[in-house]
């Protein structure tokens, strides 16, 4: 481990704690949103990257959505937030349990607007109740279909069938978003050398009908030419 990664893991730990304390202290979502849009813009500043839309023209500026987005690095989060600048579009991230033990981001990702998802339980009840409440609230939902980061040299990987229930039960428009810079490798050469200014390119889909029974992973990899 040299110096690089051990300056970045002890300043993330710091940073990510302390804008998790600032989160706890409200309740307001849009007050969460600049938080997380502030937290968002420093880390990715610290990294050197920056982040580039192709399709500007495409990102709604108002309204709610369930957002779907592949998962390659723990940057992905940030990226979303900054892409999402100015819309006011506020999103409950859907949070796994080991995300909200974790001594890194436990703290942040409790206070800044979460939904946890305990596979563990044998009911989802109360998982699809916490949903239901941030919609009804008038929160956006965000989700990584796949479930967990991949790690593969695939551009996507299998998507769960959780996202397109979730916008089914609260009747939300279904926003795909696509990272198609390999964020993850982008993330490991940052660390090692943050001195060489980097970018992650976005693009945004069409927005989908809830009610569509066509697969979700399908009509994804259809949008933005993965079946390659």
Known sequence: MNLGVIKHLFYGLYFTNGFGFKLKKTNDSQEKLRLRQTYA????????ITVAIENPEKIPKEGQYLLACNHRSIIDPPII??????????????????????LFFGLF??????????R????????FADIKKGVSDG???????EGTRNKTDKPIGEFKEGSRI?????RLPILPVFIKTDAGKVLKSAIKDDKTPREIKVV????????SRDSLEERYRDMFSLND
């Open 41 to 48: 813009r420093s880390q990715l500043s610290v990294l050197n």
């Open 81 to 102: 937030e900054i892409a999402l600048e100015g819309t006011g579009i506020f999103g409950l991230w859907i949070s796994k349990k080991e995300l909200y033990n974790s």
């Open 109 to 118: 990702v409790r206070n800044a607007g979460s939904v946890l998802l305990d």
């Open 120 to 127: 563990e339980k044998s009911q989802m009840s109360g998982f």
């Open 139 to 145: 929160s956006s939902v965000f989700i990584f279909p």
């Open 166 to 170: 979730i916008a089914l039960k609260n």
């Open 204 to 211: 945004f889909g069409d927005i989908l009908d809830y009610k």
